[in-house]
């Protein structure tokens, strides 16, 4: 025997929010706010030692700007998988403010939950793209700088590699179902394009916060945007997201919790109805919407989700 102790378990929790953007039209009030709450709601997930890094690119009083890039982006999911590089990629990071040492590659006894809270863009063919803080759209194009953006396939390469056991991703932004529910996806063989792909062969869950064709909202009411809020006060703050009354939340149940929760948190009386454009409430429609699109119905996430087995990863104990 050795006499070195086993490493504990770790919960690797990445949540980023994107309020501040290089395209002014882009600009969010509650993304921000959104990473930050996630993060705090997972801050003690039981059995793992807990590990949090919130990227928030938002703009102080004095004009300051914390920037979330594309390439941060990359550099930051690239910790949680064996990074040949991990010393230039920390270097890199630390010049732009951020200490990202605490991320490190996630063993199959890990698990990792990442949250992006932004924006989003799909085009007519279902590709899907996170829009970060440099993404660029000129004005009147019906569509974003495709070499800003970040596409489904630079997600699924990192996704990929990770090792960690226990595997989701909340995607809350517009357009988001379009991720993983593009034409193209079919159960097959590893390698297709699609997060989708990945979902069914990883056994990633994947939490969308709208149908492909719809916009996520955020509202001035509750200071967030309406999937987290779901997700992190009504879920996990609450405890509603104990779907079997067990006393503890999973986080198979915690995902599921918000598709049954959203289409009724639009009428809750904190929030009032939710409509695209009223008042209190910011929602962003892109040149790829017809100005005769119709109303918007309710914002109703979409969660893929393939695992036959119910998950082992509790987020929270005593529930109830």
């Given at each position: 025997r050795s006499g070195v102790a086993p490493r504990p378990r770790r919960a690797y929790v990445l949540a980023i929010g994107i309020d501040d953007y290089d395209t002014p039209r882009f600009r969010l009030n509650y993304a921000a706010a959104d990473a930050r709450l996630m993060a705090s709601q997972l801050a003690d997930i039981p059995g793992y030692e807990t590990r949090r890094l919130v990227l928030a690119a938002e703009r102080d009083a004095d004009g300051r700007r914390t920037r979330v890039d594309r390439a941060t982006m990359s550099r930051v999911l690239s910790l949680l998988t064996v990074d040949d590089d991990r010393d230039a990629t920390l270097a890199a990071l630390r010049a732009e403010g951020i200490e990202a040492g605490m991320l490190q590659p996630a063993t199959p006894d890990d698990a990792v939950i990442v949250s992006f809270s932004g924006?989003?863009?799909?085009?007519?063919?279902?590709?899907?793209?996170?829009?970060?803080?440099?993404?660029?759209?000129?004005?009147?194009s019906e569509s974003p700088d495709l070499s800003t953006v970040f596409a489904t396939a630079d997600l699924v390469a990192p996704f990929q590699r990770m090792q960690a056991g226990e595997i989701?991703?909340?995607?809350d932004a517009c357009h988001s179902a379009a991720s993983v529910s593009d034409g193209r996806f079919k159960p097959g063989p590893m390698g297709d394009s699609g997060l989708g792909q990945l979902a069914y062969d990883k056994g990633i869950r994947i939490l969308a916060a709208t149908q492909a064709d719809d916009v996520a909202l955020e509202d001035a009411r509750l200071g967030q945007g309406l999937l987290t809020y779901a997700l992190a006060e009504d879920g996990l703050g609450a405890g509603h997201a104990d779907l079997d009354h067990d006393g503890n939340i999973r986080v198979d149940e915690w995902l599921a919790y918000s598709v049954i929760r959203m289409p009724t948190l639009a009428n809750d009386a904190r929030v009032g109805r939710i409509a695209a454009g009223a008042g209190g409430t910011r929602a962003i429609t892109f040149h790829d919407l017809p100005a005769d699109a119709p109303a918007r119905r309710v914002q109703q996430p979409a969660l893929f989700d393939f695992n036959p087995q119910p998950s082992a990863l509790v987020l929270r104990e005593g529930a109830r």
């Amino acid at each position: 025997r050795s006499g070195v102790a086993p490493r504990p378990r770790r919960a690797y929790v990445l949540a980023i929010g994107i309020d501040d953007y290089d395209t002014p039209r882009f600009r969010l009030n509650y993304a921000a706010a959104d990473a930050r709450l996630m993060a705090s709601q997972l801050a003690d997930i039981p059995g793992y030692e807990t590990r949090r890094l919130v990227l928030a690119a938002e703009r102080d009083a004095d004009g300051r700007r914390t920037r979330v890039d594309r390439a941060t982006m990359s550099r930051v999911l690239s910790l949680l998988t064996v990074d040949d590089d991990r010393d230039a990629t920390l270097a890199a990071l630390r010049a732009e403010g951020i200490e990202a040492g605490m991320l490190q590659p996630a063993t199959p006894d890990d698990a990792v939950i990442v949250s992006f809270s932004g924006h989003g863009w799909a085009n007519p063919r279902g590709d899907f793209y996170l829009i970060p803080g440099d993404g660029r759209w000129p004005d009147g194009s019906e569509s974003p700088d495709l070499s800003t953006v970040f596409a489904t396939a630079d997600l699924v390469a990192p996704f990929q590699r990770m090792q960690a056991g226990e595997i989701a991703l909340v995607i809350d932004a517009c357009h988001s179902a379009a991720s993983v529910s593009d034409g193209r996806f079919k159960p097959g063989p590893m390698g297709d394009s699609g997060l989708g792909q990945l979902a069914y062969d990883k056994g990633i869950r994947i939490l969308a916060a709208t149908q492909a064709d719809d916009v996520a909202l955020e509202d001035a009411r509750l200071g967030q945007g309406l999937l987290t809020y779901a997700l992190a006060e009504d879920g996990l703050g609450a405890g509603h997201a104990d779907l079997d009354h067990d006393g503890n939340i999973r986080v198979d149940e915690w995902l599921a919790y918000s598709v049954i929760r959203m289409p009724t948190l639009a009428n809750d009386a904190r929030v009032g109805r939710i409509a695209a454009g009223a008042g209190g409430t910011r929602a962003i429609t892109f040149h790829d919407l017809p100005a005769d699109a119709p109303a918007r119905r309710v914002q109703q996430p979409a969660l893929f989700d393939f695992n036959p087995q119910p998950s082992a990863l509790v987020l929270r104990e005593g529930a109830r």
